[in-house]
């Protein structure tokens, strides 16, 4: 069964810390893993794409890293702002087959 | 938990003919839906906000005559590709919040047109 489970569940942090979020999957035969961002009543917005063959991509404070062979990714936030502040969802794509993780609610706080 | 259902999982249709997908949430009502659109290698991409008794707010560059999506009631919402080509052929998906805003995502409906 492909399961994917992200932790932990709720996450606050102060402004300006660094943090990492947390996604883990039991097959490790993914086509890639995505990292979105969700803020409330809007669709999901995509951070980071991750293809099999890589092993991590960042973009600007974002630096999202894959172990296939571990079924693990994390996602690193810099420098945290209160905008980062959403539930951020992984998702496993298991060719066109997709597994989404309950989610990570961050608050970052002023 | 919740379910989100997708119909049908997979069509092949020929280029001109209209395609319609399903998307419904099992045991909850959702006002909102959302619709997504992969293409191999590339990210999910949110396509378009589906609102139960209002038109669709479709995301920027996503043509809404082309994907015409109808929320006709609190557990369903439609999205139509119209005279399909080749190039919508794409791994489409919904996704439906529940009133914790609690994402629920359908399994997904691969669509090739030939």
């Known amino acids: 069964k492909q399961e994917v489970t992200q932790i932990p569940a709720a996450l606050s942090v102060p402004e300006g810390e660094n943090l990492v979020l947390n996604c883990s999957f039991t097959?490790?035969?993914?086509?890639?893993l995505q990292w979105f961002r969700q803020d409330p009543g809007k669709g999901l917005t995509s951070l980071l794409l991750i293809q099999s063959s890589q092993r991590e991509q960042t973009s600007g404070r974002l630096n999202a890293s894959l172990d296939k062979s571990s079924g693990r990714s994390t996602l690193y936030i810099a420098a945290s702002q209160p905008g980062d502040s959403a539930t951020y969802l992984c998702a496993v794509n298991y060719n066109n087959d997709m597994r989404f993780g309950a989610g990570t609610r961050l608050t970052v706080k002023p | 938990g919740a379910v989100v259902s997708q119909h049908p999982s997979w069509v092949i249709c020929k280029s001109g003919t209209s395609v319609k997908i399903e998307c419904r949430s099992l045991d909850f009502q959702a006002t909102t839906m959302f619709w997504y659109r992969q293409f191999p290698k590339q990210s999910l991409m949110l396509m378009a906000t589906s609102n139960e008794g209002s038109k669709a707010t479709y995301e920027q560059g996503v043509e809404k005559d082309k994907f015409l999506i109808n929320h006709a009631s609190l557990t369903l919402s439609t999205l139509t590709v119209t005279s399909a080509h080749p190039e919508d052929s794409s791994f489409y998906i919904c996704?439906?919040?529940?009133?914790?805003?609690?994402?629920?995502f359908g399994p997904g409906t691969r669509l090739l047109v030939l």
């Open positions: 996704s439906a919040p529940d009133q914790m805003e609690t994402q629920y």
């Open positions: 097959d490790s035969a993914i086509y890639n």
